[in-house]
């Protein structure tokens, strides 16, 4: 094919046909530009997409903002409540536990005329305690026959009486009228060391209030240990242990503490941990 012939395909038939129908040329500028029209609307959509997109988010952040700055606001509104909870919870445990040591010390007080009988079978005092004990402690303790001990009241401890014959019986409380009669009877059964009632011994003792007793509990161990190695030592009121060293006396506040220093010295004792 020729150039002319070329040409004479994209030329109109006639004049009237070439002055109302485009060339092949000017149809092909049109596709193009409707083409970039289109283009162009797409990005005008997407930027107006972007746009309120960005938007939309720009209100979430702003939310969340918002939000994260309450939070903030309330968190430290809950630490500045708790740190003065936390305080207020010390004063008070700390008031407790003075009121509670005061509590001690009064009963410890009302109990101090008061022994503690360990050991006496259940039902021997029958139904008279306290003439039971006034014949009781007598000659076992060496005092002549005429002597009152003023004993004022007496009752087994206020526990479920044991119902085998294999089970310890209950201790006896005994109230005395007169201190110091009450602290003879102490020293002179301290002095025996062993006291029998019908080949039975029992043991007499300071009436402690319960939470007395449980801490000088704690020291069984550490005396039973001190007893075989016949060391000296002693207990005094309300929960202490005195030993007599070689190297010295150590007067311990706690079981924890002498028990500690016992194991530093070489005793084979256990070690009672410190209350929480």
């Not at 918002?66 to 309330?74: G, I, Q, S």
């Not at 445990?93 to 022994?115: F, T």
């Not at 009450?182 to 319960?210: G, L, M």
Request: net charge neutral; aromatic share 6%.
């Amino acid at each position: 094919m020729t150039a002319t012939e070329d040409i004479g395909e994209c030329m109109p038939l006639n004049v009237a046909s070439r002055s109302s129908s485009p060339t092949c040329g000017m149809s092909e500028d049109g596709e193009d530009d409707a083409s970039l029209r289109g283009i162009l609307n797409e990005i005008r959509d997407f930027r107006r997409d972007n746009k309120q997109q960005l938007a939309e988010i720009k209100q979430e952040l702003h939310k969340t903002n918002d939000r994260l700055a309450e939070a903030e606001t309330r968190i430290d509104e809950a630490e500045t409540a708790l740190q003065a909870m936390s305080t207020l919870v010390k004063r008070l445990s700390q008031r407790q536990a003075d009121m509670e040591a005061k509590l001690i010390d009064q009963e410890g007080r009302a109990r101090r005329d008061n022994i503690r009988i360990y050991g006496i079978p259940e039902d021997a005092e029958g139904n008279n305690v306290t003439s039971f004990l006034e014949n009781l402690l007598k000659e076992p303790l060496g005092f002549p026959p005429d002597t009152e001990l003023k004993i004022e009241r007496a009752h087994r401890a206020t526990v479920p009486k044991p119902t085998g014959t294999h089970l310890k019986p209950r201790s006896i409380i005994a109230k005395f009228a007169s201190y110091r009669m009450k602290e003879e009877v102490i020293r002179r059964a301290w002095q025996k060391r062993e006291v029998f009632y019908n080949n039975t011994r029992f043991y007499i003792d300071h009436d402690y209030p319960s939470a007395i007793l449980k801490r000088r509990v704690e020291y069984a161990e550490a005396k039973k240990i001190l007893k075989e190695r016949k060391i000296k030592f002693q207990t005094p009121y309300p929960a202490r242990l005195r030993v007599f060293y070689n190297d010295g006396t150590r007067l311990y506040q706690s079981a924890t503490e002498a028990t500690e220093d016992m194991a530093s010295r070489g005793f084979p004792v256990t070690i009672i941990p410190a209350p929480d």
